[in-house]
């Protein structure tokens, strides 16, 4: 189903909520780096895009959604399938596998894309203000 709106905004109407709960991983990474048998996770980004694209457009493979009331609603993750484990660098002797550099680094990375594709739709709308307002 064609929508002029998402049309419009291009990749990055679906990308900065998902770049968005990327930054909630890393900071989640974070703070638990100290905590013992803790998984660092990170989003397989390209592959929920891929399925966000594939929703918009009314495809199959796009995330599971709640179709009826009495479907399990909190056990539907619609990033689920996307949460990958995030190797360690160092063996820790408690399971930990956070590497707290690594964790900055990339939520450092994320901010950046974030900040990127947030300007990206800013810069959008203010077009469309201008057209709308003609000034």
């Known amino acids: 189903?064609?929508?002029?709106?998402?049309?419009?905004?291009?990749?990055?109407?679906?990308?900065?909520?998902?770049?968005?709960?990327?930054?909630?991983?890393i900071a989640s990474?974070?703070?638990n780096a100290d905590t013992p048998g803790y998984q660092a996770q990170d989003l397989d980004f390209?592959?929920?895009?891929?399925?966000?694209?594939r929703a918009r457009e009314g495809q199959p493979g796009g995330p599971l959604l709640r179709t009826h009331e009495r479907h399990l609603g909190?056990?539907?993750?619609?990033?689920?399938?996307?949460?990958?484990?995030?190797?360690?660098s160092q063996p820790s002797l408690d399971g930990?596998?956070?590497?707290?550099?690594?964790?900055r680094a990339a939520y450092?990375?994320?901010?950046l894309e974030y900040r990127a594709s947030l300007s990206f739709l800013e810069s959008k709308v203010r077009t469309l203000l201008t057209a709308i307002t003609g000034q």
């Open 74 to 88: 909190d056990a539907i993750d619609p990033r689920g399938s996307f949460l990958v484990a995030r190797p360690s």
């Open 96 to 103: 930990n596998t956070v590497d707290p550099d690594a964790e």
């Open 46 to 53: 390209n592959a929920a895009l891929e399925a966000a694209r």
């Open 29 to 31: 990474n974070l703070a």
């Open 1 to 25: 189903m064609f929508n002029p709106i998402t049309s419009y905004f291009g990749v990055h109407a679906d990308a900065l909520p998902l770049r968005e709960q990327r930054m909630k991983l």
């Open 108 to 111: 450092g990375r994320a901010a």
